[in-house]
């Protein structure tokens, strides 16, 4: 599984899950990315059929598009979302095992650690 490939696709897809009417430019800035990497990632969703572009005229009568989810779109967003679930649980707990570990040596080194 490619970590950063899916990670950048559940971050799109939950996007537009949460603004359909979002430009790809504003997407890109809301993410972090650039804009190529938010059209190169658009394009596959709507390739493997898991979105569609609808275009429409915008209060400024401007072309924009809304971005709508597949019955697939939204099987792969809930796939999706139980896989990052998954994986920030097990770094969760892979986490709590390193601080437990660090709590003992700092213990064993006499240094006082707040600890909740």
Do not use: W
């Not at 599984?1 to 559940?10: C, D, L, Q």
């Not at 996007?15 to 990497?37: C, E, F, M, Y």
């Not at 493997?48 to 597949?70: A, D, P, R, V």
């Not at 139980?82 to 709590?103: A, P, Q, R, S, T």
């Amino acid at each position: 599984m490619n970590h950063i490939r899916n990670n950048t696709h559940f971050k799109v897809i939950n996007s537009l899950a949460d603004h359909p009417n979002i430009t790809q430019r504003d997407l890109a800035r809301l993410l972090g990315v650039s804009l190529g990497k938010v059209n190169y990632c658009i394009q596959a969703l709507i390739k493997q059929g898991l979105i569609k572009i609808k275009n429409f005229k915008n209060s400024n009568n401007k072309l924009s598009y809304h971005y709508l989810f597949t019955p697939k779109g939204l099987e792969e967003k809930s796939r999706l979302t139980l896989e990052f679930l998954e994986l920030k649980i097990k770094e969760h707990k892979k986490l709590v095992k390193e601080i437990k570990e660090l709590e003992m040596i700092c213990h064993e080194l006499n240094i006082d650690v707040e600890s909740e």
